[in-house]
């Protein structure tokens, strides 16, 4: 199958259509019918939505054969059961993850990767104290970690759950910061600025997105806030190494502002903001998260109702009509 | 005694001097000595401290003219008894407050207060929504109400707390407002603009500056929040009488912003925030307060530690020093 | 079809039955069989159950002449489907809400709402101050807001949650206090009877009810506890307006037991009581409201169990046993 | 020196006067002057207040003879050292507490005791279930409890915290109860009426109120809750023994009644009211409580403002202005 | 049928299989089909599972002799029923407790009964202080109770919630504090080993546990601990009777480990602990109690996954990947 | 002033002795009196309490050369000052830390370092996995960090807050784990060791106890907990240079433990425990920081009262008396 032909995606198929593309497979059974038949149970899903998949006829080989989960060409046929659709497979093969374009699974930021990018290292181009323009230079320069920041989603759920989402947060965070700085002109916007841009480095590696966004083994272990302070003394080290001494107030002055960043003990910050640019940053996180959370919620029903469903996280429903 | 005459501040009176000023008198009590002599204990403060007043050979006449609390025109001395100043009295005199230079009593903003209302009246006089724009007018065509808005502290006690404070941090939130509101453009910019411009309306009525941040009965009864929505009613129904019609959701809209902004009911908010613009409101209002709150301990402190003393609303100690 | 004929109650239909009678009509979809022929999918209720009604050979001109929600009347026929009973329906059409008999769709009070009345006019005629008395006349005037008042649940769940509700609970708690406010005399027996009098004159903006127990937009975004100070004030307004002054310090205190009456602030209240007044209207409130949810579960369960399910507003279940 | 002669009370004491008088000695300390003579320092106190005395030239012997804490007979004289008050002693004898007028020491309720504790038992002298009614007929003939009963605290502190406080309350309870029980028909009277004659009847365990209000050992390490329930468990022992069945499902349901009425886990309920009956219970105690706790508050504050000092178990200030 | 046949345990029931075997009936309802013939449905379950059961053709009598819930011999066939198995019965017959292998039934520990019971009375075998020992001695021979104490779970869910879980808990905790009590020679050993086995015996009777683990009324309205110091006093009242006199100090000692053991007001402890021994027993229990928690549900999973599923008591997922 | 000379502790002057000994100043400030001389105030302590000291005749070049805080040579003379023992100053002149007896300043655990120390090596030292015995012997082998591991305290108040407590503590820690891992075999023991051994190391660096026990910057900015993390991991890397390569996975399964110690959020934990190894330390380290705190409130105690002070961080008075 050639990538070029486009992407059936799962919420445009309708019954009794003939399906011939890839999608992502989990958690695959086998099962046998009640006259011993095998069987095997899947889901098959895109970034659109997931549906059962039964492919009768099926053998232990077969079973064995398939990722769990991960990536597979499908050629079968649609059909409603029950009222739900599911997809009856004739051929099922595994597909190697270069082969896929993985925004049909993944959804991406619809803003331009590469502007945001580049805004981002123009703003913290800006900073004036050497120590953090270095530290600041060498995270610039590791071109692994910046493919991981321009790819990452800010979070598994709630705020910026997509791919780019980190960089469009930082980078959201960012020229709010610029924008309003001048105003509080007792607060030390060098470490506001570094302390933005690092401020959830720590997610390219708490999270995985190659299939869904859920967390790695570390990252659930550890967590985003602290790998970024593992992340910083690193880089801090190495540059002690090349010879350019980065002092540890400023080590900590800045690892405090990751540290407390979400303001409070029960969301996960071990330390509470104790200098103004830790409140600053703070502010800025919970205040750009919040609203895009809020305006994705509001988008993302469809109803006529003036108020979206009842927010968990927000303890509230939201009301959706604007002024006239 | 002539206003003109420079105010003797209590931080600045050593002992054995001649006292012959006006002060704030509180609590002041009548007393007998082992003697059966009568005498009046009191507290003398201006804005900068506060000492203990003795004025023995008193009589209940005296004691009976006193304000508790008031402005008085002192003469007497001062003197230490076991290491405290105190100053013993031979003359007192109840003041009227006309007489009085407010600024010696109570701390004012160091801002141009004239220069920041010009600020907000431009900011708000870009208001499109032709309802928001007609309320906010009616607002600030009282100029009673607009001249207590000028002098009221934005808070008793915590963040501006200080004549002019809640005009200082209204208008500081109206420009990172300004700032902001392009980046986020979901967001309706004149809700948050007018909301930002009545959030602590009530605080006119909430609290009493005329010699010391304190409470009104009503204010403590009802509180700034509810105050401000009763305002805001109430302007709207006198636009309807002239005929200004303007429409409960938008006035609900409006309210919904003020009710809300303290962000949680523990906060004294009603209602949790449920609109982008309740939402950016929120954070605005803690961000200006929180850092304001935060420099102003910051520069308090006297000590040449790198650390405040604890900060019982932040939960924590505050990190002085800055970059080299 | 005429009102005089007896609802078919949704409880009470059986499968197999013709059906012909009007039933609330909420979320209908228009959606397309696998042959591609459209049909309705939707949901139909009164106040004993809900129910799935199919209209096959739909077109869309019926989809878009159908409220959501609204009252229908229906003709087809229940059926079993996968154990589950729902109706098709041969013949649909929108019938106006003064041909329906609401009560067949809305739970109401089997007390006597106009004896309620009564009971509550008598009490706060006992009022002795002329400012409040004078205050209550003009809401006892207000014959607008008394069919409301009479009509209103007391909440759209958890307690009094029926039509004649609100008159339900602000009889008994005026009872209650009549009965009591003789053991206390120090708690001032007007002012509790006009706040128990106004205490949730708010849910009457607050609460929609007229299909099923909801919140309007203003009830949402506002609450009742600042409707009710906002109605309270107004009413002083207009009496200002006539030439009877009441003072502000009697509105304060009034509307303070309004504000704090939830007793908590995690339950809306942005004011903690602090007059006996409003502790004593507090603590009505909630044991009337909590005996009648507590005894409302105990009845609604129809098992042999000595013990409800899991009340979580509660965080208990309930035992039912009763002494011999 | 008889106990006819009316007692001097601490706050009536004046300096430079002759004293004469039985006090309670608390916290006594033997030290030595620079010079190395041994002195005695102590508090001495009766319930109007709380003075220093200084016993100077002191022996160990006399250290050693005092209580720690009790009463003793003090003659001396008052004089005033650095502004306070203190006594000096030139004699102290330990007095035996069948000597003491008990009233001078420990604050009363300025009810009738007597007249009380007949309404509790005409009240509960209603009950019409005959298991209940032996159980409390069970306690009300155990003197030795009842005569702890009437002269038994309500609490330390905060309510009701003065001899006889713990009949007030219970005889308020009671009476208010039997006020209600008729608006609610669901509620068991019989039930209720037990419960609150005996929800605090542990406190005759748990508190010491011979000097002063406290805990006693067992009543800090078990509480009254739990001793409550011991104590009803016993007395159907008892009854049993006698030959007189208490079904344990009975007992079972008012045993809930006295560990739910608390309410809340935080204060110290180990189960959540579950019955109609418990919750009223709970209602009822909190009322009676808090009122009486709000209005000694109200009450004891001197002073002329509208409000009294914050109230750190209700978390605000008391209003005290009533209506004109 | 006889006990000596393997039951057919409901995990192990395929498509299309004869059943002749003992169940648990819960919730039988009957129905009638759309032709109006009478039908039963029901849930059958024994440890492993549980199933629909239907059986057609079913009248008023036998619906009316089944227990609900209770133990049935059920003959009739598996079958598939879109996609879910049931179970159509034949014949239905109620089967006596005492013929029934309640392992079938009820999870068990899977650890030896007899000698954890043996190792439990040798570590309290060792009490030094007569008084402790003479009240665990009258637990001991207390021979019904100690039945009970064998076979109860020691908890309805989350811990050791299985038969034989009560003792398992208590016979580990007794080994952990018998390995730690050298390690802390200021905690009376004697207090600690007596508390562990009495801490939760209050289960005994709180808990049932015949066919499925629940609540006894009397243990849902007065709970484990309270019924713990109940039983408690009871056996020192029943040795008093004897002549064995137990000091109110030492119950009061060993009363307040039981009231504490869960060591916070909103885990349902009447008395925070106050005493070593009360803090040591707490942290124990918590210990043991939890590490049974973690690694039952870690071992429950069947999947490759590296974590289980979100555990809502424990607020995370565990992770299951040993070291290699 | 040689070492060897017996140190006077503040708590053994006498009014009128002869001072001639180092103590630690503390907040001197420069003064002048009424009369315009310069004096100086300050503190004066060692580890057994606090005095004030004055020094007259003052300069300002005194002043200056005075430590804020430090150790100071004092000559001088004791005397009582309004009941206050004082000491006034002739010759004050700074010590040399190097000089001075630092357990004469700060509490020291009784119990013998070196074995502690021994015992510690010697249980870790029977680590199995090898990659986990790489990494602690690398601890290990840290000379300047084993000399602060001895050295530090374990709190900078509540538990084990003298020098050599991180030891005391972590050493019983140790014993506590080996005494029971054997009642868990589910529990991996060499990760449960390597995490005690290393839980707090990050108090090394948290804590300054050269004069008393406060935060470093770092410490206050980062806390002990991510300190720790922080150098595991440069611990780890510097093995990977050496090329001793230790997985991620271990390093994470170990600093997961370390993060989820405190075992709730606002207790300083970013993470919760998710491992059996991580809630066994959580327990071991609960249990005995508590077990240390509770001992020593009882031990500390002077009065023969059966319970201690109310103990805030415990929300409870700690009952003192033993069984007999």
Redesign the interface.
Known sequence: MEKTMAHKFINEI???EQINDIYIIAEPILRST?RGDLYIAMFLSDKTGRLNGRMWQATETVYKSLP?PGFVHIEGRSE?Y?NNLQIIINNISVVDVSKVTLEDFLARTDKDTKQMFEQVKEIVGRLK?PQ?KALVTEFLADDELMEKFRNAPAAAKLHHSYLGGLLEHTN?ML??AV??LP??P???A??VLAGIFLHDIGKTEELSYDMAFSYT??G????H??KG??MI??KA?ELTAKGVKIE???I??L??II?SHHGQ????????????EA??VY??D??DA??NQ??AA?DKEQS?S??TGYQRA??????R???E
Chains 1, 2, 3, 4, 5, 6 share one sequence.
């Open positions: 309708a019954p009794g009640t769990k409603l029950q104290n953090l959201s020229r709010v924008a309003i105003l509080y007792q607060v030390q060098d470490l083994d570390s659930q272990l550890i967590g806030i602290t302070l593992l003394n690193k080290d540890q107030s400023l900590d002055a690892g405090h540290l003990y029960e969301f996960g910050s071990p330390k509470l903001p104790a200098t103004p409140f600053m502010y800025i919970d205040l919040k609203l809020v305006t509001i006529d003036n108020w927000l303890e509230t429903r939201l009301y009509k604007r002024l």
